[in-house]
């Protein structure tokens, strides 16, 4: 398989964005991220879309950009869309079918409910099916995915002593870290107090632990490893794209498990490394729907002991100046969570954070933490969970110190 | 409720039941695979793990034991439930050590005091939503 390197990035702030169309949305993220790969509109020979429920926007956004005529292909896959979108570029440029291939992922939420927008079916749809099928545990009826990770707070709380302050702290680093970050939706920082008196939501978590639903675009240009060069001095090269599927039911047996395990241990032999290699050489921009979300995945990524989430974030790990920053951005509870846009836009953020670029000056991760870096994303389409991870190295072989 | 949902909810259970017999009084109806000892619920012609169709029926419970729970504020549109209710995972256990676990309502009033995971609870005779209360509680 051929090197494939991530170039150019674009990101249209996530916010309410009502008054615009998907299109007006994806250009400027388009725009942005070919200007900023170094490229000609004409050098792009394929497009990715990632959106949940965009249906034929693709085309609006190719046509508004001048690219109508290369092959487009729209991935829905719920949160994880603009993971698989850029998966999937990938997999084009390594296996050699082009050169230059252009990934978007976008969405807009704000105006409507989470059952169009999870596959384009209305809520009572999703419902009837759910039970139809007995699958109480989906995205409507009983449970919404807050319940979800509701519930595995409260187990996570009871198995291993986490406390609400715990949950609450990955809120403040959340928003500490989005402070100044102008693609986000929340960017002032928030105190443990401010979080626990916040709106109740489902016990024990309250409002600003969930991300909020955004409207939002991002763009990525990735190119094989001979156009890489010839464009840029600063790419972002992809070590490793791995991808994994699941139904929901398999993870009420273990509430505090999301299906992140296998698929990070596969991301890592395929890169070449360990969790533990992350420490002091890499930074990491994964999928915080929630709080307890955050803590899960830094369990189930190898990065600590089963029940040792907490002490990682209280011990100040994951801070900036840790020794491995966790969701430079803000993540997903400050930036938000336009679904389809998510994975690019955590692409983006290792693009800038790799390049040092000047976006990023106010959130820059040390130096020495850009060797290496991970994004993840998982989704939750109606009744299964899936999950991508990339594992992205600032040289070409992965330099650790 | 408006009558279009009596109808709709009508027409689920009608459709739900033919498809499925989730509970025989008490217990649930549930698979244990002969060949790899999976249990799955609901109830089907083969395994949900190894998709043998050398399955037998297994009931479980009413005694489980709650593994988590949550409470909502948001009304599902199907069913008629009131707001808030607490839902949480049960565990039903079978001899062998093998469990199932399963998502249902907790009949429970609030402030929802009585609600404790890991205690036992009971699976209660329900139609749509599975149906549980704490062990204990009348």
Redesign the interface.
């Known amino acids: 398989m051929r090197n494939v390197a991530a170039v150019g990035a674009g990101v249209f702030p996530f916010g309410r964005h009502t008054d615009m169309l998907y299109q007006e949305m994806g250009r400027s993220a388009v725009k942005e991220a070919i200007k900023d790969a170094n490229i000609d509109n004409k050098e792009i020979q394929s497009c990715y879309i990632g959106t949940a429920g965009g249906a034929g926007v693709g085309h609006e956004i190719l046509k508004e950009c001048g690219l109508i005529g290369i092959p487009l292909t729209r991935v829905e896959n719920a949160c994880n869309s603009g993971s698989n979108a850029i998966r999937l570029a990938w997999m084009e440029i390594a296996l050699g079918l082009s050169d230059i291939v252009l990934v978007v992922g976008i969405e807009k939420m704000k105006d409507y409910s989470m059952g169009i927008v999870s596959g384009g079916q209305n809520?009572?749809v999703l419902?009837?099916k759910a039970?139809?099928y007995?699958s109480?545990?989906m995205n409507?009826?009983?449970?919404?995915p807050t319940?979800y990770f509701?519930?595995?707070a409260?187990?996570h709380m009871?198995e291993f002593g986490t406390s609400k302050e715990d949950l609450a702290r990955v809120v403040v680093k959340s928003r500490k870290n989005a402070v100044g970050n102008t693609d986000a939706e929340y960017q002032k920082s928030m105190t443990i107090d401010e979080v626990l008196k916040d709106k109740?939501?489902?016990?024990?978590?309250t409002r600003c632990q969930c991300t909020p639903k955004s409207d939002g675009a991002a763009a990525v240009i990735l190119m094989s490893e001979d156009f890489a060069k010839k464009h840029t001095d600063t790419p972002a090269w992809i070590k490793a794209s791995t991808m994994t599927s699941s139904y929901i039911?398999d993870y009420?047996?273990d509430?505090t498990a999301m299906p992140n395990i296998k698929v990070s241990r596969q991301a890592y032999k395929m890169a070449g490394i360990e969790a533990k290699d992350f420490y002091k050489n890499g930074f990491a921009e994964i999928h915080d729907c929630f709080s307890i979300s955050e803590i899960l995945h830094y369990e189930d990524l190898g990065w600590c002991d089963k029940g040792q989430g907490p002490k990682m974030l209280n011990d100040g790990v994951t801070e900036m100046d840790g020794d491995l920053p966790i969701n430079p951005s803000g993540g997903l509870l400050s930036c938000g969570h336009p679904l389809g846009a998510t994975g690019v836009r955590q692409v983006t953020e290792v693009i800038y954070q790799m390049r040092k670029d000047k976006k990023v000056a106010k959130r820059q991760v040390p130096d020495d933490n850009l060797n290496i870096a991970l994004t993840h994303t998982m989704g939750q389409p109606v009744l299964g969970f899936t999950s991508g991870i990339h594992i992205f190295s600032r040289d070409l072989d992965i330099k650790l110190k | 409720m408006g009558i279009v949902m009596k109808l709709v909810n009508w027409w689920l259970l009608r459709g739900f039941q033919k498809k499925n017999k989730l509970m025989f009084d008490e217990k649930l109806n549930c698979i244990l695979c002969n060949d790899c000892r999976n249990i799955s619920f609901p109830p089907k012609d083969y395994c949900d793990k190894c998709q043998s169709s050398n399955v037998s029926q297994l009931l479980l419970g009413p005694i489980g034991k709650l593994m988590s729970y949550t409470i909502s504020y948001i009304a599902p549109l199907v069913g008629n439930v009131k707001v808030p209710y607490p839902y949480g995972v049960a565990r039903f256990f079978n001899e062998e050590g093998g469990f199932i676990d399963v998502l249902g309502l907790i009949d429970s009033k609030a402030p929802f005091n009585d609600i404790e995971i890991d205690k036992d609870i009971h699976l209660l005779r329900s139609r749509m939503y599975l149906k549980f209360k704490m062990e204990g509680n009348q």
């Open positions: 809520r009572i419902e009837i039970v139809r007995f109480q545990i409507f009826g009983l449970m919404g319940g509701a519930l595995a409260h187990r009871k109740m939501i489902n016990p024990p978590l039911t009420l047996s509430l």
